[in-house]
């Protein structure tokens, strides 16, 4: 069965250190993978996605991921964290048509 | 501005009501989905559409109906058969139905039984 992986429900990090959010992934044939970012009652925000090519993929508002195949995992990173990247971010997947979401990991930067 | 309208922003519903969620989109999207989000859960897909006047159950559509007649539109019926409805709701939309494919979201209904 297709799953997508965030082991952590809540990362903390004060303001300025690099951040790092967890995802794993087990997709049937070719993956491909995406992050958004979901603010306090509102929709999911797209942030980037992997889909062939530079396993360093860069997306919007500083942000990148690191797609790494033999450890199947996706994890997000972005080199100074911000106090407005306080957030809910989802992982997601798929290998066929179906898009699966991880559950989400709450991250909480202080300043 | 091209985008996902949702409405109603929030919806109380009484025990044993019918309620519907709307969905609309200018983006020209061919697929539309709708999407139940609960604390800790992450996403569960409840029905999603390929194009017009064809839609699919997907993982937790007991208790839910919908219709997509107009490629714009996906409404969402939550039905008094759906015994936990209380949950934050997303519709989405992509170009097509492919795993590939990115998703545009809705900015959510809140809906809450009394």
């Known amino acids: 069965a297709q799953s997508v992986a965030q082991p952590e429900d809540q990362v903390n990090v004060a303001e300025g250190n690099p951040l790092t959010v967890k995802c794993t992934y087990s997709?049937?044939?070719?993956?491909?993978l995406f992050w958004y970012v979901q603010y306090p009652n509102r929709g999911l925000q797209f942030l980037l996605k992997?889909?062939?090519?530079?396993?360093l993929v860069k997306g919007s508002y500083g942000f990148e991921a690191e797609f790494n195949k033999s450890q199947t995992s996706f994890h997000l990173k972005k080199p100074p964290a911000l106090v407005s990247d306080s957030a809910l971010y989802f992982c997601?997947?798929?290998?066929?048509?179906?898009?699966?979401f991880g559950a989400g990991t709450r991250l909480f930067v202080k300043a | 501005d091209g985008g996902i309208t949702q409405s109603p922003k929030y919806l109380f519903r009484k025990e044993g009501q019918n309620v519907t969620l709307s969905c609309e989109q200018n983006?020209?999207?061919?697929?539309m989905y709708w999407y139940r989000q609960d604390p800790g859960q992450g996403l569960r897909l409840i029905y999603y559409?390929?194009?017009?006047?064809?839609?699919q159950k997907g993982d937790i559509a007991e208790g839910y109906s919908v219709s997509r007649e107009k490629k714009e539109s996906f409404p969402l019926t939550v039905t008094s058969a759906q015994k936990n409805p209380t949950a934050f709701y997303l519709c989405?939309?992509?170009?097509?139905?492919?795993?590939?494919?990115?998703?545009?979201f809705g900015p959510g209904t809140r809906l809450t039984v009394l």
């Open positions: 997601a997947g798929g290998g066929g048509f179906k898009t699966i």
């Open positions: 997709v049937s044939g070719n993956p491909y």
């Open positions: 983006l020209n999207h061919d697929a």
């Open positions: 989405a939309s992509t170009r097509q139905m492919r795993s590939t494919d990115t998703q545009y």
């Open positions: 559409s390929q194009i017009v006047n064809d839609f």
């Open positions: 992997y889909i062939t090519g530079d396993n």
